[in-house]
Nanobody
Framework: QVQLVESGGGLVQPGGSLRLSCAAS????????MGWFRQAPGKQRELVAA???????DYADSVKGRFTISKNNAANTVYLQMNSLEPEDTAVYYC??????????????????WGQGTQVTVSS
C-alpha cells in the first residue's frame, strides 16, 4: 500500500510564505503525477497545482505567479512553495498522487491516493 504524509501548514500573515511537503511511502510503486488540492469552508475541493512524472506542471489561475510546485523523485516527495499568500488562500490543503502499484512484471492501472490534509490559515 501507499501512504501520503503531508507537513508544512500553519498560520501566516497576508503577504507571507509557506512551504508544504508531501512524501509518498510504500514499496514497489511508480508515481504518474502528484498535486495539491484545497478546500475552504463551504466550498468544493479545487486543484491548486499538479506536476507530472515528465516534469510538466499546471496551476489554478488564482495561484499562478505566486505558488510553485516541485518534486524530488528520489524521495517521492512533492512540494508546494506558496508566496504572497492572501486570506483567500485559507483552506485545508490535500496532497494527491496518482500511483501505479507493481503487478507482476508490470504495473496496475493508476489509482488516486490522498493525504490527511494540512490547514493553511492566512490572517493578520
Amino acid at each position: 500500500q501507499v501512504q501520503l504524509v503531508e507537513s508544512g501548514g500553519g498560520l501566516v500573515q497576508p503577504g507571507g510564505s509557506l512551504r508544504l511537503s508531501c512524501a509518498a511511502s510504500g514499496s514497489d510503486f511508480s508515481i504518474n503525477a502528484m498535486g495539491w488540492f484545497r478546500q475552504a469552508p463551504g466550498k468544493q475541493r479545487e486543484l491548486v497545482a499538479a506536476i507530472w512524472s515528465s516534469g510538466l506542471t499546471d496551476y489554478a489561475d488564482s495561484v499562478k505567479g505566486r505558488f510553485t510546485i516541485s518534486k524530488n523523485n528520489a524521495a517521492n516527495t512533492v512540494y508546494l512553495q506558496m508566496n504572497s499568500l492572501e486570506p483567500e488562500d485559507t483552506a485545508v490543503y490535500y496532497c494527491n498522487a496518482n500511483i501505479r502499484l507493481r503487478l507482476g512484471i508490470g504495473f496496475a492501472p493508476g489509482k488516486d491516493y490522498w493525504g490527511q490534509g494540512t490547514q493553511v490559515t492566512v490572517s493578520s
